[in-house]
């Protein structure tokens, strides 16, 4: 099916965001994407940061900017955050540990709904708390399906490696122990939108102790049904 509009500019900023819906690219690898030359991406880009369409992260890299997530708030279509609490709450409940959402934002990962532990020692996110991608189980699922040739650029510091990633996405979900913050263990898994592309990470943590050795083998069947639940939320409604 032809999905142009028969506007020619608009068309060709579209591809340019859509583009940009997988994370950080580099003008080079916009031009990949979208099929533009060098000179209409880069016009077009420049054009999308001037709206605050798009802005660029600390290493340069062109990202959706912040006007998308202004947009959607007020809208109230913003379908990931509707949804967390109740199902964020079954997930403390049924883990017994604090559970989050995340949501990637240029190189950094952002804690956009939480349920905490109601009681006893726990790991505390804050909504709107900006993690690095470098380390924690929900950066590993963020990355892990990203294009190969971003991750060369991404593991660069990250306390885990494209193996690391290569096993999460194997399992379908993720885990670390003391990679975040000494002490913390977290198990995280992808949240997909419609078309499967990974949106978000939905995570339980808490004290390492109390996760074991094997964090997966505790929590993951939890975190992934959550997921689950999650990505079916997400499916256009009949």
Same mark, same amino acid.
């Given at each position: 099916?032809?999905?142009?509009?028969?506007?020619?500019?608009?068309?060709?900023?579209?591809?340019?965001?859509?583009?940009?819906?997988?994370?950080?690219?580099?003008?080079?690898?916009?031009?990949?994407?979208?099929?533009?030359?060098?000179?209409?991406?880069?016009?077009?880009?420049?054009?999308?940061?001037?709206?605050?369409?798009?802005?660029?992260?600390?290493?340069?890299?062109?990202?959706?900017?912040?006007?998308?997530?202004?947009?959607?708030?007020?809208?109230?279509?913003?379908?990931?955050?509707?949804?967390?609490?109740?199902?964020?709450?079954?997930?403390?409940? &049924?883990?017994?540990?604090?559970?989050?959402?995340? %949501? /990637? =934002?240029? *190189?950094?990962?952002?804690?956009? @709904?939480? $349920?905490?532990?109601?009681?006893?020692?726990?790991?505390?996110?804050?909504?709107?708390?900006?993690?690095?991608?470098?380390?924690?189980?929900?950066?590993?699922?963020?990355?892990?399906?990203?294009?190969?040739?971003?991750?060369?650029?991404?593991?660069?510091?990250?306390?885990?490696?494209?193996?690391?990633?290569?096993?999460?996405?194997?399992?379908?979900?993720?885990?670390?122990?003391?990679?975040?913050?000494?002490?913390?263990?977290?198990?995280?898994?992808?949240?997909?939108?419609?078309?499967?592309?990974?949106?978000?990470?939905?995570?339980?943590?808490?004290? &390492?102790?109390?996760?074991?050795?094997?964090?997966? %083998? /505790? =929590?993951? *069947?939890?975190?992934?049904?959550? @997921?689950? $639940?999650?990505?079916?939320?997400?499916?256009?409604?009949?």
């Amino acid at each position: 099916m032809d999905k142009s509009s028969g506007v020619g500019v608009l068309d060709k900023a579209v591809r340019v965001l859509g583009a940009l819906e997988a994370g950080p690219a580099s003008l080079a690898q916009l031009v990949t994407a979208t099929g533009l030359s060098r000179p209409t991406a880069h016009r077009l880009a420049v054009a999308l940061e001037h709206h605050r369409l798009v802005t660029r992260d600390l290493r340069g890299r062109f990202v959706l900017g912040e006007r998308h997530a202004e947009w959607a708030a007020a809208a109230g279509e913003d379908r990931l955050v509707a949804v967390a609490g109740p199902l964020l709450g079954a997930l403390r409940d &049924a883990t017994g540990e604090s559970a989050q959402l995340y %949501r /990637r =934002h240029g *190189d950094h990962r952002v804690c956009i @709904a939480v $349920a905490e532990r109601l009681h006893g020692l726990r790991d505390t996110v804050p909504v709107g708390a900006s993690m690095t991608m470098n380390a924690g189980s929900a950066a590993q699922v963020l990355l892990a399906w990203d294009d190969p040739e971003r991750l060369s650029v991404e593991l660069v510091g990250a306390r885990f490696d494209a193996a690391a990633l290569s096993g999460v996405r194997r399992r379908g979900w993720a885990h670390s122990s003391g990679e975040r913050e000494a002490g913390v263990a977290s198990v995280s898994a992808p949240v997909r939108g419609p078309s499967g592309r990974v949106l978000a990470a939905v995570s339980v943590s808490g004290p &390492a102790e109390r996760f074991g050795r094997h964090p997966g %083998r /505790r =929590h993951a *069947d939890a975190v992934l049904a959550t @997921a689950a $639940a999650f990505t079916a939320a997400l499916a256009p409604q009949n």
